[in-house]
């Protein structure tokens, strides 16, 4: 037996035990990616070390077994030193992207990838509870958007980018269109009241997301009818009013109360708001600025005073977003901050800290792809050319239509965004994702077999589906190649991924702790991304 502490707490364990396992009894979590339960281990990542206090020294923990009288740190300043570093090194030359460049563009965050997929597969109401998880307006959007998502498609570079807002108001027109819209899950009742001063797009996708919360929400609009700027004269023959006010009513669905002929500074004060609600956001647009003194609270030079980050004022029962901060921003922006603003009342509400949205660790891939790594992508996008709507009165695709442009996407987003360890790791030691980088990064390389694909720049060499591949006796399996920090993973005698990974492919998609090896169905294997 050997008897230690770790993180000042004793244990005793048989002899032999590692100190991974060891810190396991006491309920201590070690991070590793190298290891698996049940294999061998091969101590690569480095990422387990913990400190043995007495003598200043790192160990891995995944391999050192325990001693007598140590005195084991898991998480001393050393040691999340150590963490950070391993972890800029794996990922100094890691090939991919977390999320695509057209989710990046897109200032609501929606997930773009995940919706062209749905489409593409047929599946409408997938693809409209993915674009409702962050966009509240969508047939609109798809309508007015400048679409910065299709900007940044990399698509672009081999012919036209996707029609990316097209396919949204496909989806969008498609569920208007429906027997039973799409109705988003609410949360049960919270007991809470939020006012939203602003019915144009930042209030309604503040009131979108606050009702979605649980909180009982009531839009004051100063018009008759709530829209604001979406409303705008010269918007109708590309938004008819009919569209909008289909929407609005699809938003209403969720339980929130307008009130309108109503003007903050004018017929209803704002210390009146403050005292029948427990929280209340100025989403009013451009025009207004005349009112910030009357109403007690800081200007800038275009708006309301407001942190970037959570849209608080001042005052921290007051949230300020969209034109009421910043005039004359795109429309999907506004959206973007009144969800952006709920969020940061949700989290007053509950008693949380007001940090606003959080947003995970996002690697990219960084610069144009070169000629080869553009084919790579290609290999598995429709090689069509831009569809261009055969309704140009409308300017709406048909459901073929949709479904071919969908196709047209090179999936260049991670396939395992949210199972990656990796970026979990990434996220949770605050790594830079412009540390470490080599002077000359790799080319991209996309290997496919059936629905197994392969991308070795994603690869960390940790070995465990090398050690799968043995333990079930492929024929031929995996191994590694090269020396150093050359060495990958690969086929023995450079043949296909097929005859290496004849038995186990899923076994070791489902075991690879990065994108590197993972289903080219990624719909089949996303978890928790859409409500």
Not at 125 to 147: D, E, F, M, N, S
Not at 151 to 180: E, M, T, Y
Not at 411 to 440: F, I, M, S
Request: net charge neutral.
């Amino acid at each position: 037996m050997a008897t230690l502490n770790i993180d000042q707490r004793p244990v005793e364990v048989l002899a032999g035990t590692t100190l991974l396992a060891a810190a396991r009894t006491l309920g201590i979590a070690v991070p590793t990616l190298c290891f698996r339960d049940g294999l061998e281990h091969v101590t690569s990542c480095m990422l387990c070390v913990v400190e043995d206090v007495r003598t200043g020294c790192l160990h891995p923990a995944c391999s050192t077994p325990a001693q007598d009288g140590m005195d084991i740190a898991t998480a001393s300043g050393t040691v999340l030193e150590a963490r950070r570093t391993a972890l800029e090194l794996l990922l100094g030359d890691h090939l991919g992207d977390c999320e695509g460049p057209c989710t990046r563009a897109c200032a609501a965050g929606m997930n773009i990838p995940d919706m062209l997929r749905a489409i593409g597969a047929g599946d409408l109401h997938g693809a409209i509870r993915i674009v409702k998880r962050h966009i509240a307006l969508p047939a609109a959007l798809g309508r007015i958007c400048p679409a910065p998502c299709e900007k940044a498609c990399r698509r672009s570079s081999q012919d036209a980018p996707v029609g990316i807002c097209r396919l949204k108001r496909f989806v969008a027109d498609a569920d208007l269109a429906s027997s039973a819209p799409y109705l988003p899950d609410r949360l049960e009742p919270s007991g809470f009241r939020v006012a939203v001063v602003g019915g144009g797009p930042a209030g309604l996708s503040a009131a979108y997301a606050l009702a979605r919360a649980g909180h009982a929400c009531t839009v004051f609009e100063k018009s008759d009818r709530p829209g604001g700027g979406l409303r705008a004269p010269e918007l109708c023959d590309t938004l008819p009013p009919a569209v909008l006010d289909a929407e609005i009513a699809q938003i209403a669905r969720l339980g929130m109360t307008f009130e309108t002929g109503v003007e903050i500074g004018v017929t209803r004060s704002l210390q009146d708001l403050k005292q029948r609600f427990d929280a209340v956001i100025l989403a009013w647009g451009a025009g207004a600025a005349d009112l910030l003194d009357p109403l007690g609270l800081e200007s800038g030079p275009h708006g309301i005073t407001a942190n970037w980050r959570t849209h608080r004022t001042g005052d921290p029962a007051v949230f300020a977003c969209g034109n009421a901060v910043v005039p004359g921003r795109m429309a999907v922006r506004a959206v973007a901050q009144g969800q952006a603003a709920a969020l940061a009342v949700d989290q007053m509400l509950r008693g949380e800290a007001v940090v606003g949205t959080l947003h995970l660790y996002n690697h990219r891939l960084g610069g144009a792809l070169a000629p080869d790594e553009l084919a790579a992508f290609m290999a598995g996008a429709a090689p069509e050319p831009r569809t261009e709507p055969a309704d140009r009165a409308t300017g709406a695709y048909a459901a073929n239509e949709a479904t071919g442009e969908a196709a047209r996407c090179l999936h260049c987003d991670c396939r395992k965004p949210g199972t990656c360890q990796l970026r979990r790791y990434a996220d949770e030691y605050g790594v830079n994702p412009r540390g470490w980088k080599p002077a000359h990064r790799r080319p991209v390389e996309i290997v496919r077999h059936g629905n197994t694909v392969y991308e070795p720049g994603k690869c960390i060499a940790c070995g465990i589906c090398v050690r799968i591949a043995t333990a079930a006796r492929e024929p031929l399996g995996l191994t590694f190649i090269g020396r150093g920090f050359t060495v990958r993973i690969g086929v023995p005698f450079h043949e296909s991924l097929e005859k290496g990974l004849s038995r186990v492919a899923a076994a070791c998609v489902e075991a690879c702790p990065t994108g590197a090896l993972a289903a080219a169905d990624r719909r089949a294997r996303r978890s928790g991304e859409v409500p």
